[in-house]
Structures are given as C-alpha cells and as structure tokens.
C-alpha cells in the first residue's frame, strides 16, 4: 500500500512539473528570437512625412501632474456627445476610478457611446469581481472588453500584452501617454505612493476631417476593438442588487464632482499649435512583433542636427537597440537618456537587468542621468532638436519593442518641445550623470541613493538569472 502511495504521489509530481515545464516554455520560448524590422515596414517609414508644411489646425499641451491626468479626463467626458473611447493596460479600484467611471455612466446616460478596452491579464487581475467595472458594464451604451486574454492551455497568450495608454472623445480630442488609470498614476498628489509620468493633449480643430493623429489614433482603436483577440465583459444585470446600489453610489459620486468641473473647457488656452501630429503604433497581433515602433523612433532621432533626449523608466536593449543608439551618438552632437536609478525604479525585472547590463548601456555612448527622485518616474518621451516632441506608452525596453502593442504621438513645434524640455530638464535637476566608469558627477542639492544591503543582494543574483529571459523585459 505504501509503495502504491508513493507511485502515486510521484506520478502527480511529475504531472506537476511537466504542467509547469509546458507553461513556462510555451509563455518563453515563442519570444526568445526577436524579428528584425522589414523592409517592407522600413520603406513606409518616410521621416520627412513627420513634419507639416504649414500651420496645421491641431494643437497639443502636456499633462504633467496626476492631479491634472484626472482632471483633464473629468472635463473631456463632461464635454462628450458623441463618443468617449478609452485603451488602457491597467485600471484598478480607487478614488481616481470611481471618480473617472462615475463621469463615463453620466456621459452613457445622456446617450454618448463609450468603449473602454483594457489588456487582458490585468483586466483578470485587477477587475473581475469589482462592482464597479459591473456597474459600468452593465449600462447600454458603455462597454469593456478585454484584449488577449490569456489562455493557460496556450502560455504563449500570456506575454502579447496591450500596452496603450490613451483617451479620445468625439473624434477632436486625444489624451495619450504612460499613464495607467488607478490612483498611483493619477489624482492627488499629495499622496506618499505616487509615480511622476507624463501625457499629451492633442485638440484638433479639424472637424469631420479624416487626416491627422486622432482619426488615426481611432482607425487603430476600432481595428483592436474589433478583432477576435478582444472580448465583452461586465454586460451583466443592472438589476442585481450589489450592481444597483454601486451605480446609486456613482450617480450621487458624479453629482458632486461636476459642481467642481468646468461647464466648457476652453482647450486652445491649455494647448499651443503644432504643425503636425502622427499616430505610431506597434503590430496589433499577441505574437512575437516586428519593432515598428523602435524603428520609426530610430530614425526619428537620426534626423536631429544637435540633439536627442530619450527620457524612459527602462533601458533593457536587445543587440539592434545596442546598435541603434551607438549609431545615434556617432551621428549626433549631444545624446541624453534620462531613466531611473535602480534605488527609485519600480520595475523589478528591468532594474535587474540594468544592474547586470548598464555598462553597456553606457558604452553606447549618450549622456546617461538617472533618476533620484522622491518617486519613480514612468514617463517616455522623447525631444528632438527643438522642434519634434515624441509622448506615448513606449519604454526603451524589450518587451515595448517586440512584445507589447504600443502607441506613440509624434508632434512637430518649437512651443511644444520647449514645453516638454522644460518638464525634462526639471526631472534632469533631480538626477545624477553617470561617468563612463559607472560612478555618478556629484550635484549640489541631489543625494544619491542606496540601495539598502538587502536589495543589492538579491538584485546581484536576480540580475544573473534575469539573463534567461530579459528579452520579457
């Protein structure tokens, strides 16, 4: 009987390990080469078709603070009549998104339509069960879906996240960039746990027109949307009683706020005119992706005259980023990438593998400044010479540049690049560079930060396992 027990409990170990070998390679491996771009990509890449010929119609302001991210979207659902369309990676339960979800119902009750698409695992980690997102769902004219949600029968499901990050109401405004929607990236911040980001606001004044960044911006969103890839959730009852008494909570929620909003946004004041704007995105399938991101970034960069500055949370590079950022420095006068130090970065995995690979990262020759800061700063942004200003979801890392859909907003004007140079220069004020053999320029006023001895240990270990699969990164 004994042996007979200890055949079984071998039989269900082995089982055991064989499902967790089966998940792990199948979540792994389809990722583990990375495609090079096409040349078919690589010849739809004009650069010069970034830039206008002349004054445009559109005009863009960046959102800098948490409390304004909110606020912003408060005016814009209050101001929607047709259509309020949302794509986010993660939303969470808090005061930020009862605020936000109390003003998309009172926008679905005076009959706009709104959609709201939300990457899948984290839509499965962070929403299913929430009367609120039950609430929301449940109402006739709002409805969320998920993209790509995972199927453990199919571990490879689970690595193709949707990474975008943006808001667009009634086709003339568009809000884009890093921030995900729950308390941490937006509303007060006052708070003790907070992370700095950043975000544009595109207004276009070209009603009804097909051209520019927002109609492309809503092709791609309706393409995504549309796709077998993405599925309904919360369409339940608004009769359930839990479900009654949260949508009671958020109608008395909404009459509250919207004494405090603006019965009409004057939006030229809080913007100021771009000559062009462009929607970038990356593949929308959940597969290994070409990087069509990166390499229109790239390239971007490789028309500065005088300067480059990358500001991003992550530097995980591949051997093409590598490659591509040392050809940026060779070409161009003065590269600086700004990103976070190991003691504020809030990403396990990627701190891990800057603490193996930043010499590398360093040997590619931009003026490198990390980031010490009272909170980790999860803004991407990119400034070229004076006149290009590029906002949107995309980190200068591995799985933004091969796995994840992403979107970026390309916007060419001197008042717009001032703008976000000058928000760039404020983060630089609280960073140290980093000399070429690692060590850190002393700054009058910045202290650097250790980490404590117990995190340099485990990131001295993580850092060599982390190899294995960076490209997850």
Not at 1 to 11: A, D, G, L, P
Not at 235 to 252: R, T
Not at 443 to 461: A, D, M, N, Q, T
Request: net charge positive.
């Amino acid at each position: 009987m004994k042996k007979k027990k200890r055949h079984i409990t071998k039989c269900i170990l082995l089982l055991l390990l064989a499902v967790i070998l089966y998940e792990a390679v199948g979540a792994c491996l389809p990722f583990a080469v990375q495609k090079p771009v096409s040349d078919s990509y690589k010849k739809k890449v004009n650069v010069s078709a970034f830039r206008g010929t002349g004054d445009g119609k559109e005009r863009a302001g960046i959102i800098e603070t948490n409390k304004g991210a909110l606020d912003t979207r408060l005016a814009m659902f209050q101001e929607a009549k047709k259509s309020i369309v949302i794509s986010t990676f993660d939303i969470r339960e808090g005061k930020s998104t009862d605020d936000t979800f109390s003003a998309l119902l009172y926008a679905a009750d005076r009959g706009v339509k709104v959609q709201v698409l939300v990457d899948g695992l984290y839509g499965m980690l962070h929403m299913n069960g929430k009367t609120v997102f039950q609430a929301a769902g449940s109402h006739p004219n709002l409805e969320i879906r998920f993209y790509n949600e995972p199927n453990f029968l199919k571990p490879w499901t689970i690595n193709g996240r949707l990474h975008d990050k943006y808001v667009a109401v009634d086709g003339s405004l568009l809000l884009m960039g890093g921030r995900n929607m729950f308390d941490y990236f937006i509303g007060d911040d006052s708070r003790s746990s907070i992370g700095y980001d950043r975000e544009v606001l595109l207004y276009s004044q070209n009603n009804g027109s097909k051209e520019g960044a927002i109609p492309q911006a809503l092709s791609y969103f309706h393409k995504l949307w549309d796709s077998s890839d993405c599925k309904t959730v919360f369409n339940g009852s608004p009769s359930k009683k839990e479900v009654k008494a949260e949508i009671k909570y958020l109608s008395s929620r909404y009459e509250k706020i919207k004494n405090q909003l603006p019965k009409k946004t004057d939006w030229t004041k809080q913007t100021v005119p771009v000559k062009k704007a462009v929607f970038v995105t990356n593949p929308t399938h959940i597969g290994n992706k070409e990087p069509y991101v990166w390499y229109t970034m790239q390239q971007l960069m490789l028309t500065a005259k005088k300067d480059v500055t990358i500001q991003t949370p992550y530097a995980v590079f591949s051997k093409d980023m590598y490659q591509g950022i040392k050809e940026l420095t060779l070409k161009v006068p003065n590269v600086e990438m700004l990103v976070n130090s190991t003691a504020v970065g809030d990403n396990f995995i990627a701190s891990s593998d800057y603490t193996k690979n930043r010499s590398k990262v360093l040997e590619t020759g931009p003026k490198v400044y990390e980031f010490f800061g009272d909170h980790s700063c999860h803004g991407k942004s990119i400034a070229i010479d004076n006149d290009l200003s590029v906002i949107g979801s995309y980190n200068f890392d591995m799985r933004s540049t091969y796995l994840d859909t992403e979107t970026m907003l390309v916007l060419e004007g001197k008042e717009l690049n001032r703008e976000l140079r000058g928000h760039m220069s404020h983060l630089k004020s609280q960073s140290l560079k980093v000399n070429s053999d690692g060590t850190y320029v002393p700054k009058h006023g910045v202290e650097k930060k250790e980490l404590p001895p117990s995190k340099k240990l485990i990131f001295k270990v993580s850092s060599v396992f982390i190899q294995l699969f960076r490209y997850l990164a």
